[in-house]
């Protein structure tokens, strides 16, 4: 089993930047893709980005490409989301999900951590 915990939401002013990270715990962190999502109230969750964690290759939803960059530590098992020029479009809930090999989908996920963008 895998424990997966974010940290690192908040409020923060339109244009500004947050450093959210994600903290994984368990005998059996092995990871094939980790990524981002956010749900924002009355809205679906959608997809953010990801990481291939063994060669760190990453992927954007349009929406953030350019602001947020997705980084990990493999020594700390954690995976970071920077968010750069955030708008209040950016407010959601941030969750980060964890897809082990020859899994389809993402079989881990944290609980969240909300981030607040105020004009």
């Known amino acids: 089993q895998v424990q997966l915990a974010e940290s690192g939401g908040g409020l923060v002013q339109a244009g500004g930047s947050l450093r959210l990270s994600c903290a994984a715990s368990?005998?059996?962190?092995?990871?094939?893709?980790m990524g981002w999502f956010r749900q924002a109230p009355g809205k679906e969750r959608e997809f953010v980005g990801s990481?291939?964690?063994?060669?760190?290759?990453?992927y954007y939803a349009d929406s953030v490409k350019g602001r947020f960059t997705i980084s990990r530590d493999n020594a700390k098992n954690t995976m970071y989301l920077q968010m750069n020029s955030l708008k209040a479009e950016d407010t959601a809930v941030y969750y980060c999900?964890?897809?082990?090999?020859?899994?389809?989908?993402?079989?881990?996920w944290g609980q969240g951590t909300q981030v607040i963008v105020s004009l």
């Open positions: 999900a964890l897809r082990s090999r020859s899994v389809v989908g993402y079989d881990y």
């Open positions: 368990g005998s059996t962190f092995s990871p094939y893709v």
């Open positions: 990481i291939i964690w063994t060669d760190r290759v990453t």
